[in-house]
């Protein structure tokens, strides 16, 4: 902080203090909550103007806003006495929550008309009759006719709290198999409408009924489609992550084949995709096959199987080039009850291959911290309880300003957003565009998920200016979701909401964003569209993004490829220049292979650069 930016600050304290010396609480309230829109401050400041902001707000009669404050500072019994009447029952339950006292909670959120609410907090508090009744009666909620993904995560939460019950009923079962059918269509549809994230979602689910039913075929299912869809969207250690839960869970089950077969799939993506991995997968699979043949012989199974995963065994050795285990496991072949002929067979083969192994370097596998730590979102609750807040920015906000799963810096924003929507609300301008813009851009500033369901609302605002701010918002949510209310946003008339869709995709640039950007440059006939998806493309610094851009600067003129040439000089990873070098040497074109070979001398420069420094 500059020191003319904290005598500000200090001048604006002394002001609020003066104020509320001469009793002047309404002015006092205006400088009070200057200082604590300033989010960055240190806790001990920050919390100290709180409270005086909180007293100020009692002293005004507006008790709500100061027990919103009261329920940052988690002054949990101060700010219930400030939510009192009828009209503030979720205010209390939401205390009652923060408080992990999750019955009384389910009651009043009950009261406050709140059902997904009570539904979830009775599941925390354990109580799975009451919660299995709320998601039963939530089946039947009118809000639910037209909400298919919705009522099917109804329908899960519903035969997971009977599961709790009874295990064995057959309504768990009804309930569960209803839901598996239901996620299984809603995630084609998904698909179909090109919502890849969101039928990632539907398949996490899958992935979880799977874990807690034990069926091996469900939880294959779901990981099957989670890893196909990360495949498609080139987030390569997402898709690692999630095979070696996958095999882990396949081992633990005792599925030999399976996870043989797993560790063989991600070998074959770790080389397709220039990952250091495909060595160290093809030895695990190696042992993996071999075990599942032992396994065979001890179950008694047909003796074909085994000679089968024998012989997978023995192509991964093969492939990692130890011979010696080829040798052994050739002749555990030539023992099994096979013809004489074949036995024959592999006991010469077998005596062809070295019996001890020469050294090799330890191939390197996927490191701990990036392995999954089979943890997901409860997205059958989260996406429930997204619905029932409905996009009210007030209302989600206050899901936030309790919650100490958010940081400190994200719980204040989320205050600053209800003191400020509260403040228009005193003088009657809530609902003005003013107010709303202003809302949107404290919303942005979350950088949460959270923010992005009243973004969305805002958006359908009648006013281009509710909306320009909503669209301009997005460039701090690094979100693929965000990009929905882009690409609707780039069709609108309004010139202002499409540049600010144009100024938010500048400001969007992270591993995930690399397909939506691209899709957005393939569909965009708007060159200031396509440009500011190339930039943004330009700073993901992947090697799909080189590639990309690669290709624009060859395949476009003029202001695109200089763009494309800009955002190529840019990137800072050293896998791209084999890339370039390879592209220059196929160029016939004799500008564009200068182009190729000026790219490549800057590269060049700037590792030898680093390599100084």
């Known amino acids: 902080m500059s020191r003319d930016t904290y005598a500000s600050i200090e001048s604006t304290a002394d002001m609020a203090e003066g104020l509320v010396a001469q009793g002047k609480f309404q002015e006092a309230e205006r400088y009070y909550r200057e200082l604590v829109a300033q989010t960055h401050i240190i806790e001990y400041e920050y919390n100290e103007w709180l409270r005086r902001l909180a007293d100020v707000y009692r002293q005004l009669g507006r008790h709500a806003e100061a027990g919103y404050i009261l329920l940052y500072l988690h002054w949990f019994d101060d700010a219930r006495t400030c939510f009192r009447g009828e009209r503030y029952l979720a205010e209390r339950a939401r205390i009652l929550d923060v408080e992990e006292r999750w019955r009384d909670a389910a009651e009043l959120y009950g009261k406050a008309g709140r059902p997904v609410h009570a539904a979830v907090a009775y599941e925390r508090a354990g109580r799975h009759a009451e919660a299995s009744a709320a998601w039963e009666a939530l089946m039947k909620h009118p809000g639910m006719r037209e909400r298919d993904y919705e009522l099917a995560l109804v329908h899960f939460n519903h035969g997971m709290a009977q599961r709790h019950i009874d295990p064995d009923s057959a309504g768990s079962r009804r309930s569960l198999i209803d839901a598996q059918r239901r996620l299984e269509q809603v995630a084609d549809d998904f698909e179909t409408a090109g919502e890849r994230e969101r039928a990632f979602d539907c398949y996490q689910i899958l992935l979880k009924l799977g874990k807690d039913s034990g069926q091996f075929e469900n939880l294959a299912e779901g990981y099957i ?145 990036l392995k999954q730590q089979n943890a997901y979102a409860e997205i059958w609750f989260v996406d429930l309880l997204e619905w029932e807040l409905a996009g009210d920015p007030r209302r989600v906000a206050a899901s936030i300003v309790g919650n100490l799963r958010y940081p400190n810096g994200i719980r204040r924003r989320a205050l600053v957003v209800i003191l400020t929507m509260a403040a228009a609300a005193a003088r009657g301008a809530e609902h003005d565009p003013e107010t709303l813009a202003k809302v949107s851009g404290l919303l942005g500033e979350l950088q949460s998920y959270a923010a992005l369901s009243p973004l969305e609302r805002l958006y359908g605002h009648d006013d281009p200016r509710v909306r320009r701010a909503a669209v301009e918002a997005l460039r701090f949510l690094y979100f693929k979701r965000s990009f929905g209310i882009l690409r609707r946003a780039l069709r609108e008339p309004d010139p202002g909401v499409r540049q600010a869709a144009i100024r938010a995709i500048g400001g969007l640039h992270f591993p995930h964003a690399f397909n939506p950007l691209a899709s957005i440059y393939r569909d965009s006939v708007d060159a200031d569209v396509q440009a500011a998806a190339l930039e943004s493309i330009g700073k993901i610094q992947s090697i799909e993004a080189g590639e990309f851009l690669i290709m624009v600067l060859r395949q476009e003129e003029g202001e695109l490829r200089e763009v494309a040439k800009r955002a190529l000089g840019q990137l800072d990873n050293a896998d791209i220049y084999p890339i370039l070098r390879h592209y220059h040497e196929l160029e016939t074109n004799p500008e564009l292979r200068e182009l190729l070979a000026e790219l490549l001398r800057r590269g060049m420069e700037q590792a030898t650069m680093r390599t100084l420094r």
């Open 225 to 369: 489609n989670c890893i196909r869809v990360l495949e498609e969207d080139n987030l390569k250690f997402y898709v690692l992550q999630y095979y070696e839960d996958f095999i882990t869970l396949a081992l633990e089950r005792g599925e030999l084949h399976a996870a043989a077969s797993l560790y063989q799939e991600a070998a074959d993506y770790s080389s397709r995709t220039g990952l250091p991995y495909d060595r160290r997968y093809q030895s695990q699979a190696a042992v993996t096959w071999a075990r599942c043949a032992e396994r065979y012989l001890v179950d008694k199974a047909p003796v074909e199987l085994a000679e089968n995963a024998f012989l997978a065994a023995i192509g991964c050795y093969s492939a990692v080039g130890d011979y010696p285990k080829v040798r052994e496991n050739f002749g555990r072949l030539s023992e099994l009850p096979l013809s004489d002929k074949s036995k024959a067979r592999y006991a010469r083969i077998a005596a062809r291959y070295p019996e001890t192994r020469t050294d090799q370097p330890e191939a390197p596998g996927l490191p701990d911290y």
